[in-house]
């Protein structure tokens, strides 16, 4: 399977919100209860590349395969140089790829925009497909919050993983 990337328009917010609706019904990728509706995926698209982050998708020969974006992972001023990724694969995509060329595009994105630190938050320790693709990118664990979210009638833990980008901590930053 071949997918390119590319960032995300507003044309693309009606697959971007299908794929995050299966997420939400489904699976515990994200503690949201009630999936948002294809304007609420837009105006957070919107607010997310308003305040100059990345957001991607992935497009194969179906369609719109998964997508990708950075955000803060805080909004303290301290925290501007560190952004928390979210990659959502579409149902049925899982296990050929996409995840991977949206990871890496969005490092690079994110490293071209001066961020120093990625921050990935993946429900669930079982979720080891999410876990092996960090992994793969060079990123390790940096700890496991348990029993921190209830959804679908149980307690989740959350595990964090850290990756540095570009020069990470290593030397002072230039401001944003």
Same mark, same amino acid.
């Given at each position: 399977?071949?997918?390119?990337?590319?960032?995300?328009?507003?044309?693309?917010?009606?697959?971007?919100?299908?794929?995050?609706?299966?997420?939400?019904?489904?699976?515990?990728?994200?503690?949201?209860?009630?999936?948002?509706?294809?304007?609420?995926?837009?105006?957070?698209?919107?607010?997310?590349?308003?305040?100059?982050?990345?957001?991607?998708v992935?497009?194969?020969?179906?369609?719109?395969?998964?997508?990708?974006?950075?955000?803060?992972?805080?909004?303290?001023?301290?925290?501007?140089?560190t952004?928390?990724?979210?990659?959502?694969?579409?149902?049925?995509?899982?296990?050929?790829?996409?995840?991977?060329? #949206?990871?890496?595009?969005l490092?690079?994105?994110?490293?071209?925009?001066?961020?120093?630190?990625?921050?990935?938050?993946?429900?669930?320790?079982?979720?080891?497909?999410?876990?092996?693709l960090?992994?793969?990118?060079?990123?390790? #664990?940096?700890?496991?919050?348990?029993?921190?979210?209830?959804?679908?009638?149980?307690?989740?833990?959350?595990?964090?993983?850290?990756?540095?980008?570009?020069?990470?901590?290593?030397?002072?930053?230039?401001?944003?």
């Amino acid at each position: 399977m071949h997918a390119s990337v590319r960032d995300a328009t507003p044309a693309d917010v009606p697959a971007i919100a299908s794929i995050y609706a299966a997420e939400v019904r489904g699976h515990v990728n994200t503690y949201e209860y009630e999936a948002p509706d294809a304007a609420e995926m837009a105006r957070r698209m919107q607010a997310i590349v308003g305040a100059g982050y990345p957001y991607l998708v992935a497009e194969d020969e179906a369609g719109i395969a998964g997508y990708a974006y950075a955000s803060s992972y805080r909004a303290r001023a301290g925290y501007r140089f560190t952004v928390e990724n979210s990659v959502y694969v579409a149902a049925g995509r899982q296990g050929h790829g996409i995840g991977s060329i #949206l990871l890496g595009r969005l490092l690079a994105e994110c490293e071209a925009r001066g961020f120093r630190q990625m921050i990935a938050v993946i429900g669930e320790p079982s979720n080891t497909a999410s876990i092996r693709l960090h992994q793969k990118f060079g990123f390790r #664990l940096a700890g496991t919050f348990h029993g921190i979210a209830w959804k679908h009638g149980r307690w989740l833990d959350t595990v964090q993983m850290q990756r540095e980008i570009g020069t990470g901590n290593h030397e002072p930053p230039h401001d944003r």
